[in-house]
């Protein structure tokens, strides 16, 4: 059984690595436009990232019609990605793929 799953509604696959699930996320699905600032950045872990660095949970909250359990799931999920996840090396193959 993989350890990772993509989380992006409408897809099932799963990772036996995070990078590999980050990876995944950044060039197998359409960006994501911000609700809040309108930036178009990759779907998954770096939307999230997005959202809980460049605004307010205030903000976040409002735009995204969310509640404090949805901003915690967030931060749940960023957390366990950056606890395991060698972001340089996820940049890295995201930029050779490219």
Known sequence: MSGWACGIAGCDATFDAVEETVVHQTLDHD???CR???AVVPEGYFAIRHALDE???AEFVR???ADA???RER???RAAVEAEAD???VRARVDADR
């Open 63 to 65: 735009a995204y019609d």
């Open 36 to 38: 809040v600032c309108g």
């Open 69 to 71: 359990d949805a901003v």
């Open 87 to 89: 972001l340089d090396a």
């Open 31 to 33: 960006g994501h436009e």
């Open 55 to 57: 605004h307010t949970r």
């Open 75 to 77: 931060e749940r999920v």
